[in-house]
């Protein structure tokens, strides 16, 4: 006994020492050519007429071991035999010193005389769109056969037959043609029965199955199985531990959930030091800094039936204030629709009060994506300052009434939802409406004498957002934001706002009034925790601003870096950024700090 473990350490240290001295000496030029290890050579020789055919094949003719070389060779066999060369065969094998030479003979290729299609059911044959047409007086290739199995088990699957089987039965063989049968058996039919929920998520199976369209008693379709994990992972409140799986019984599937308990629900508050620009202006102001204050409350899975609630409210400026209300209604009335309801409050200044109200409605689509229709009633008011003004021209603000109708569509394959690594996401609304001006009885009617006071608004929006992963902990993230209203007379109150910590770092919150923009985010970040990171930034932005007949246009960018550190009491955010635009130079004592807590309970 002992001679055969003396013989096999002999063999195992012969063979590591050829590959490390073969390793050595590919990685060190100077060494003689005597002493290297010389490469394989594999020689194919085929008949004049057939190589022609060879040639279509690429394979590697060079290798460090004859083994190696001898795999190259069996795979190249393969794919002949795959693309109807079914009579391909090694006549002869050769090992010479370095070289394996190998005679091959490809021989005929074969071809389909006719493929019956047995007893497939025509709703398959017309869901996999198959023609008969394909496999009569074609090349036979077992690929073809083979996506054509893998189409009508998958149809199957989806359709209440997972268990289903199909082979090619009754092969004949003439020459080089081939004729067979595709024999297709069902399997038992299969229904969905309840959902299993392993874990501690405090959520009702039934919103669950409604929102997953996994309910008791519908046919059984693996499609929806496979695309659960997807959409769970879009729900902020829960956790998924590991992908779904079916045990089945009694014709019935049983999904199980692995899913857990996730804090999502938010209060926030954010402090903001800046620069108090009135003192540039106004010498007496007391002070040379300007805290702007913002809170945010977002309760999510209300009542334990995925309904969303959610509340902003922002100080932008000392006189100014936002209000924004959103309540979520998903999966209405055990439909596949969503339902949601916003309002905005925006007192700018004492220039002009917005309020606006929208109903929206979703529809969830079976590619990840949403359709919605939306109604929006928006009316924007004259502030005290305004009403007893004597102009001489029109201002740049007025009172108007805007009733629109909204299409949009969403798509979101994002792996998580707070903290994404990897994904994409597109978002687009269309709003188109009619918009009534409301003369202002102190102003002379002459004002108005070239403006259409009842006409046509169009409003665009998109936002393209992409996760890339770069290496184990670093991430790459991308943003265009653009968006446009299109009026034959704009004014300040009709037009987007933007700038600050949402959209363009570096510069005051919602400090640009515009008409068209596009904003373009380049961003990288350093995981240094599961949901702890370091970042750094650049905010490249084009902003148009149409007011009446008046148009101007600026670039202003930002650029910076920043923190996202977790913690027990919450998310700790602090971001450090430099603005620059025509009204704002590129300088340390311009910058933006905005620090804050995210909690989540």
């Not at 290890?37 to 590697?60: D, G, M, T």
């Not at 919150?509 to 750094?536: C, D, G, K």
Request: a positive charge.
């Amino acid at each position: 006994m002992w001679h055969k473990v003396l013989w096999f350490f002999c063999n195992y240290l012969i063979i590591n020492t050829l590959c490390i001295f073969n390793v050595f000496a590919q990685t060190n030029p100077e060494l003689p050519d005597s002493l290297r290890l010389r490469q394989w050579i594999l020689q194919i020789k085929v008949a004049e007429p057939e190589s022609k055919i060879l040639n279509r094949y690429r394979y590697e003719k060079q290798a460090d071991d004859s083994l190696t070389l001898w795999a190259v060779a069996q795979k190249l066999l393969q794919s002949l035999q795959k693309d109807s060369y079914l009579g391909a065969t090694f006549q002869s094998l050769d090992y010479q010193s370095d070289t394996l030479k190998i005679d091959l003979k490809i021989g005929e290729s074969y071809r389909w005389r006719k493929l019956k299609i047995g007893n497939v059911s025509e709703a398959i044959l017309d869901d996999i769109n198959f023609k008969t047409k394909y496999f009569e007086n074609q090349p036979f290739s077992w690929q073809e056969i083979e996506s054509l199995q893998q189409k009508i088990l998958r149809y199957s699957e989806n359709h209440g037959h997972p268990f289903a089987t199909v082979q090619l039965d009754s092969l004949e063989i003439q020459n080089t043609d081939i004729q067979g049968v595709m024999n297709y058996n069902a399997g038992v039919p299969i229904k969905f029965d309840t959902l299993v929920i392993v874990g501690n998520a405090k959520i009702k199976p039934s919103f669950l199955a409604r929102y997953l369209k996994i309910q008791k008693n519908q046919t059984f379709d693996q499609s929806r199985v496979n695309d659960a994990e997807r959409l769970l992972k879009q729900l902020p409140y829960l956790r998924v531990q590991r992908p779904p799986s079916v045990n089945f019984a009694s014709q019935r599937a049983f999904v199980n959930l692995f899913i857990e308990k996730n804090r999502a629900n938010q209060a926030d508050g954010i402090l903001g030091i800046q620069p108090n620009e009135a003192r540039r202006t106004t010498p007496e102001q007391p002070s040379q800094l300007l805290l702007t204050g913002e809170l945010n409350l977002a309760l999510k899975n209300m009542f334990n039936a995925g309904k969303n609630f959610r509340v902003k409210w922002q100080r932008l400026q000392i006189n100014s204030q936002l209000l924004e209300l959103e309540f979520e209604n998903p999966v209405l009335f055990k439909s596949n629709f969503d339902f949601k309801v916003n309002f905005n409050l925006l007192r700018q200044d004492s220039n002009f009060v917005n309020n606006e109200f929208q109903f929206t409605l979703f529809y969830n689509l079976p590619n990840s994506g949403k359709l919605n229709f939306s109604l929006n009633n928006r009316k924007s008011n004259l502030g005290d300052a305004n009403l007893f003004v004597v102009a001489q021209e029109l201002p740049q603000i007025a009172e108007v009434a805007y009733f629109s109708y909204g299409l949009g569509y969403d798509w979101n394959d994002l792996d998580n939802f707070f903290n994404p690594r990897r994904g994409n996401r597109v978002n687009f609304s269309f709003r188109y409406g009619n918009k009534n001006i409301l003369r202002n009885p102190f102003l002379n009617d002459t004002l108005y004498r070239d403006i259409t006071l009842r006409s046509n608004q169009i409003l665009l929006k998109s936002e393209l957002t992409k996760y890339l992963p770069l290496g184990k902990r670093g991430v790459f993230f991308a943003r265009l934001n653009a968006g446009g209203v299109f009026n034959e007379s704009l004014f300040l109150n009709d037009l987007y706002r933007v700038g600050g910590l949402a959209t363009l770092r570096g510069h005051n919150e919602n400090v640009f009034f515009t008409s068209l923009y596009a904003i373009a985010t380049a961003e990288y970040r350093f995981f240094f925790e599961p949901e702890s990171y370091f970042f750094f930034f650049y905010d490249q932005s084009y902003l148009q601003t149409k007011i009446l007949k008046n148009i101007s246009s600026d670039t202003p960018l930002g650029l910076g870096l920043g923190l996202s550190f977790a913690t027990r009491g919450g998310i700790f955010n602090f971001v450090y950024a430099l603005g620059k635009s025509k009204t704002q130079e590129l300088a340390f004592n311009r910058s933006k700090i905005h620090f804050g807590v995210v909690s989540r309970f």
